[in-house]
């Protein structure tokens, strides 16, 4: 039976070299199988991807270069500071109206991989990715939005998604072998049958999940957080053996 290490994983911004970035070549366009409305927070204040300017703003002006990095930190605050509990009903940024939202997770954040913080939020929300085998490979999706969208059959091995917001997304099957998954809430999420080899799940929370058939060979996590995972009654009797679950 493969070993297991019950160690705490710390993370910071270069702890993340080992771990191999395959460039995505000309990917496929994908569009969500939900299309958003504009939408405007109440005061004002918009956060959307499509924005509306004057014939005299400038696209890259510091006002609005500073808008972008107010965004981005109100999302990251959104998805990390609200306890699991509460996490499902949380108040999310506005969904995103960018045109190709779904296709920027072939490119993914450049920066801050670890602590989550990015210049521009990753909205994945309502995204279909089904089957996807070679673009999301080695992608950094640290702090992406992902609730309800669609992973089924993908290929996210080597993926970082490092605080990401995963409620209610479907990952049926898909292979996360060597991937970091450290502190992401994949609280009612339908996980059944994948596969976890290597990968690190420290600080992740998987309350409601659907965890059937899922593998979890050489998995990293933390004690407390193993303690967690092993109150979900839908991973299998083997899969908790091989998690040392008691």
């Not at 959104?78 to 779904?102: F, G, I, K, W, Y």
Request: charged share 20%; glycine share 6%; hydrophobic share 35%.
């Amino acid at each position: 039976m493969a070993s297991i290490s019950f160690s705490h994983y710390l993370l910071d911004s270069q702890s993340h070299n080992f771990l191999h970035h395959v460039n995505g070549s000309s990917a496929p366009k994908f569009k969500p199988f939900y299309q958003p409305q504009a939408l405007s927070l109440s005061n004002g204040f918009q956060c959307s991807g499509i924005e509306k300017e004057s014939t005299n703003s400038h696209p890259n002006s510091p006002l609005k270069q500073l808008k972008n990095v107010a965004c981005s930190l109100l999302a990251v605050w959104a998805v990390t500071t609200v306890s699991p509990a509460l996490a499902a009903n949380q108040r999310l940024p506005p969904l995103s109206t960018e045109p190709n939202r779904c296709e920027r997770a072939f490119v993914g954040n450049t920066i801050g991989q670890a602590n989550g913080v990015y210049d521009k939020p990753l909205d994945l929300r309502f995204c279909d990715f089904t089957n996807e085998k070679s673009n999301l490979k080695g992608k950094s999706l640290a702090a992406a939005l992902m609730s309800d969208a669609k992973f089924d059959g993908a290929d996210m091995s080597e993926v970082i998604m490092s605080k990401a917001y995963a409620v209610g997304a479907s990952f049926k099957g898909v292979n996360f072998s060597n991937a970091v998954l450290d502190r992401v809430n994949f609280g009612n999420a339908n996980m059944q049958g994948a596969v976890f080899r290597n990968s690190v799940l420290s600080g992740s929370t998987f309350v409601d999940t659907q965890l059937d058939n899922a593998v979890f060979d050489d998995t990293i996590i933390g004690y407390i957080d193993l303690q967690k995972l092993c109150t979900n009654k839908t991973i299998t009797e083997e899969g908790r053996d091989v998690l040392g679950c008691r």
